[in-house]
């Protein structure tokens, strides 16, 4: 019962991250809240792989919605005995956690790219990466963040919310590994037990 309710909270707090990683995805759409830059398509390209919206949102919604569902006590009759059921729904619950750890490690690796490649932004020289041969060194040097000219401040628009999108991400991961590693050890250590029934032999 006691693992049932930590995995009931595990899952929502995978809805929580999900739905704040939808949100800060969609504000990197809009710097400063306007919407004319990416009408035009004036964005960093990294914001198009929908990393927050669909991997770590949509995809982990549904991710966390079926942990859930395999957490309530009605499921555990698929097969003929209880200890099958419970490893059947352990054994899914697994798998589907396995695919938030990819889902949410898209979103990581995608948000780390976009925040070491810099926005896209106008300079003295046009619209380009004024940051991208930096290889990240702009992080940590604000006083060249002014070649960027517009959108104003896109430089830590983008910083704060990427660096966002990758706290959330991170922390999916964890909570999906805490899941995989729990239900792993119910099977192989024994927290239910072998397959094979008395009286099958």
Known sequence: MGSRK?????????????????IVNILLYFPNGQTS???????????????G????????L???????????DSNYKCCQSENCSKKYMTLLSMIFSA???????????ISALGLVQGPYCRTLDGWEY??????????TDSSIWTECLEPAHV?????????????????????????????????LCGTYSVIIQPGII
Do not use: D, H, P
């Open 6 to 22: 930590c995995g009931g909270c595990l899952s929502g707090l995978l809805i929580l991250l999900a739905l704040w990683s939808i």
């Open 37 to 51: 830059y990416a009408s035009s398509n004036k964005l960093t390209n990294y914001v198009w792989y929908f990393e």
């Open 53 to 60: 919206i669909c991997f770590s949102g949509i995809m982990m």
């Open 62 to 72: 549904i991710v966390a919605a079926v942990l859930l569902v395999l957490e309530n």
């Open 99 to 109: 695919l938030g750890i990819a889902f949410s490690g898209y979103c990581l690796v």
């Open 130 to 139: 004024a940051f991208e041969g930096t290889a990240g060194r702009f992080l």
């Open 155 to 187: 430089v830590e628009w983008n910083i704060i919310l990427f660096s966002i999108l990758i706290a959330l991400s991170a922390l999916q991961v964890i909570v999906c590994l805490i899941r995989v590693v729990t239900q792993l050890s119910k099977i």
